[in-house]
């Protein structure tokens, strides 16, 4: 199969696709056995220090579900580490920062990234995958947006309500706006590096975009994760944007130039493509619990999504959100199987 | 002032107000020092347990802040101890139930509530409240959605993904329509008893429900949310709705015959008021954590709003959720006052 025919480039480029291609966000982690097993032995940020295991850790999704694209293994939140924070991840909660960002000299502190030297291990493990993967079944790379990683960075760790981010944004602009400006310099730097070394489509993860409302994401997020994809606009890769709960920023999240709107699950298909415009391929948007549910009403619900989408080209199905641990492997299966079958041409 | 005149029912009911009316959810809390000393001394469930306790809280923020409405002080999830639930709430995490409903035999064991035996503390605390407000400052009593105090009880406490509770809808439907039947009726049963006791307006909470597409939320939410307040239709109290990142769902959520929709603060208020329609009130829906910023910037956040109602019959000012702990104190006396003074005819 050439290169061009990848069902995920051709549906990313609204083109017509042999199939509707499907991935997963979050398709490799705790849910496979696989990965348990190698997590019972390396902590997460050691997988992501190696690029051997970042290289088998990618491809076990690949092998055991055959979708349509890989996504490489690694956490948004890895650019801080080189930046200067100094970043854990608690086992049930998430990643904690010991030091969070949240004065000017904090932000001042925060040292430049040179990906090849900081970020190495990732970019190995890219050109391995690169060497390693078929060519109908695109590796893609990603960074966190700005607003989420500079949430995460402020925070200190998961926020729901990103009160601390907020309070800078509203009572301190200025600082905010230069930890914005040097995040947006690190992360595109490093997803610039991630296309040389082989990557064919990036996703941009804003992954709290969703807790602004549209007046703060156009001030405080939406001018640094344009920025950031625009570094890659003249690199020939498809550039994805995703993010939870954002039904009411589709319309300024594509003012970020991104090819493909992702859509969470809350926002029915036809609807969130409406608001994104015909001139954008979309993915999703599965709910991540209905893998859960017993496989003839999980059918059901792939089929609605597919009836949304109503056979235009420009549509790659996943989930509205990561897969969730525990998520039976054997569903996940079951629905790339589906999906081909039921849109094979 | 004739009771009539109150501006909050002048609003609910979209007639002209002397004044936009304010409360704020979750106006009596943590935030408050008058109410961090009676924590000192009373756990939650016995501040909800004693009606000089439930109302003395109740009117601290009255007192405060010159808000235009009380609400009554309790927990959405206060019905399930009777119902035979063990709930308790763990400092920093929430409630926490330690007999979670998962089986067909735990609902069946879900005793009937008589909300004069079982939960007459807050009845009682009603009636004297009832003697205490000024007219113009209605009591607003209210209850937790069917589908969010359904999901605390199947999963045991907060979860952000409510997976165990699309699990028993998804898997074994008939399980959870059970479940939700039995507390539309004790529900619903509590309402009513609300109102006979004084409440003056009610409010459904079903916080939750943004978690659902409008699927599942027509599916599995929204016909118990509706019996709940048809329950009170005839009694004549306006009925406030509100939900959680629900912007997806107010069109459906009009169908349970609220006639005041809550938004939360990612919707724009002329952009929710246009899903919810004309013919119905809104609430909102200033971000909480707007209140901690600087005062010049939180009253630009005010007349944001303000200027989005545009001067029309039925806009109820309050934020887009509940106050966060640690919110300055003088900032939301501050808001109160802004938005009399920018609105008083």
Known sequence: MAVSEAPLLAAAARRPAPVTPIWFMRQAGRYMPEYRALRERHTLLELCAQPELITEVTLQPVRALGVDAA???????????????????????????????????DIASLRAVDPEADLGAVLSGIRILSGELPPHVPLIGFVGGPFTVGTYAVEGGPARQALEAKRMMHAAP?????????????????????????????????????LLDAHDYRTHALPYSRAVLERVADLGVPRIHFGVGASHLLPAMRETGAEVLGLDWRTSLDEGWASVGPDRAVQGNLDPAALFAPLPELRRRVDRILE????????????????LPGTPVDHVRAVVDYVHERTAG
């Open 71 to 105: 996504i490489l293994f690694a956490d948004i939140l890895l650019p801080l580490v080189p930046m200067g924070l100094d970043l854990g991840f608690v086992a049930g909660e998430g990643p904690a920062i010991a030091n969070p960002v949240r004065t000017a000299h």
């Open 174 to 210: 200025e600082l905010w706006h230069a930890l914005m400006q040097k995040l947006t310099v690190a992360l595109g730097d490093f997803l610039v590096a991630q296309v040389r070394a082989g990557a064919r489509v990036v996703q941009l993860f804003d992954s709290w975009a969703g």
């Open 308 to 323: 949304r989408a109503a056979g235009r080209d420009g549509h790659i199905f996943n989930l509205g959100h990561g897969i």
